[in-house]
């Protein structure tokens, strides 16, 4: 770990937040020379930490040995400029092994994605998080979302046995939900929106307290990403407004076009822009010719901000 936990706190609940693709070759492999290129490219811009091999990263469709590949080229390649936070889950098992990995490698912190597939009570959640949290030195942001989602009351039971446990992101776009859990623990956690395609929830998360979201179209619309979140900070309503009907809406219809898109479409937008990552493994699939014409109309939109 290159950070501090206060250090890695705060780097994550203020500033935009970047979760860049994960390099393929056209074999399938992982690319280590285009993803170095690519987290070179990330950390030119106003960002304030990279989370790799997450959700956007495919982390779903990675072997340890690749996780643990893409974590060490992601810290040697950050260098120490920004926290660099990766990801653990499935089962218990596999998270402590993920993380350990991630630690191996000189990461700053894990985002704890949901357990595998069965339905879970809440009690039993509490109880998975709790023994990755024990597990490992490195600090820990748990992800709400899908089969995993934490109420209120244990977001504070799962704060107050793992004082390694640091934040929440959000993936339900539950406002309601998110605004309990923020009043009930407060600021013993940083926030972190989380939905796809955050950008479109972002006033609202703001509203309530939850300063920073994690950015997928950061791949592709970097100059815009920044800006759009610069903007909603410093209340500049009418431009979110406006970049919010002429990019984010649209977008989100495209990629609500077919289940996995939020992924797709940014790998896709990445090659449009001249910085090809490969294509998304199975069972995702890569857009049609008609949907990719509509995404580089997209980001000639969003060139004009």
Not at 213 to 240: H, I, T
């Amino acid at each position: 770990m290159e950070f501090s936990r206060a250090a890695v706190m705060r780097a994550v609940g203020d500033g935009l937040l970047s979760f860049p693709i994960t390099d393929f070759d056209g074999n399938g492999r992982f690319d280590a020379d285009s993803y170095r290129r690519r987290l070179e490219w990330f950390v030119s811009h106003d960002i304030s930490a990279v989370f790799v091999a997450g959700g956007t990263g495919e982390f779903f469709n990675l072997s340890l040995d690749e996780y643990q590949e893409i974590v060490r080229v992601a810290v040697e390649t950050v260098g120490g400029k920004l926290p660099v936070i990766a990801s653990a889950g499935l089962s218990v098992a596999s998270a402590k092994a993920f993380a350990k990995a991630a630690d191996d490698a000189g990461a700053d912190g894990i985002l704890l994605m949901p357990p595998y597939l069965t339905e879970c009570p809440q009690e039993g959640l509490v109880e998975y998080a709790r023994q990755i949290c024990d597990a490992t030195p490195l600090n820990v942001i748990y992800y709400n979302r899908g089969n995993g989602i934490l109420d209120a009351d244990s977001v504070q039971a799962l704060a107050d046995r793992c004082p390694n446990l640091i934040g929440l992101k959000d993936g339900k776009g539950d406002i309601q939900l998110l605004n309990k859990i923020v009043k009930t623990v407060g600021d013993r956690l940083v926030y972190i929106g989380g939905v796809p395609t955050a950008e479109i929830f972002a006033e609202a998360y703001l509203s309530i307290g939850v300063n920073t979201y994690s950015s997928a179209v950061f791949n592709f619309v970097p100059d815009m990403a920044v800006r759009f979140y610069k903007e909603l900070r410093q209340g500049n309503r009418e431009v979110v407004k406006q970049i919010t009907n002429d990019f984010f809406i649209p977008f989100v219809d495209l990629r609500d076009r077919k289940a996995g898109y939020a992924v797709s479409l940014i790998k896709a937008g990445a090659e449009i822009i001249g910085r090809p990552a490969g294509s998304v493994r199975a069972p995702l699939v890569m857009p049609t010719q008609e949907e990719r014409n509509r995404l580089e109309v997209l980001i000639g939109v969003a060139r004009h901000f």
